[in-house]
């Protein structure tokens, strides 16, 4: 991915982390569908399909919304991009709470997914403060 990055957010831990959970999430998700690509008895797709793709959406929004907060001068519109980020890292949370209750053999890795969101977290409150 390549978003013109300035040289110095490639240094912050928060960048990093959040490009962690892009892979990571990507991981799962190809791990999940594997198990959940298959049609149900009645003929139906599994809901919880979508679920896996959604996470990796969101992950993917990450990085850019670090980028845009780090990049704007005004603090209203760089507010703005932070409690994008916030609401990101929350749906996050829900969607991986959901693909754990999924048939798959995959849920067993979504605890490793939330683990490092709540290390992104952390990381990203204390950037917070620096901007």
Known sequence: MNYNLPSHLSDLPVYRKAMDIIMLSRSISTYLNNDLCYLNNDGTEDNDIYFSGDIVQQSRS??????????????????????????????????????????????????????????????????????
């Open 62 to 131: 990450l990085a850019p919304e670090i980028i845009n907060a780090e990049r704007e001068r005004h603090s209203e519109k760089k507010h703005k991009h932070l409690e994008s980020l916030d609401r990101l890292t929350s749906k996050l949370y829900r969607n991986s709470y959901r693909l754990e209750r999924s048939k798959s053999n995959g849920r067993d890795y979504l605890p490793i997914l939330r683990g490092e969101l709540k290390k992104f977290r952390k990381l990203q409150r204390s950037w917070m403060m620096t901007l």
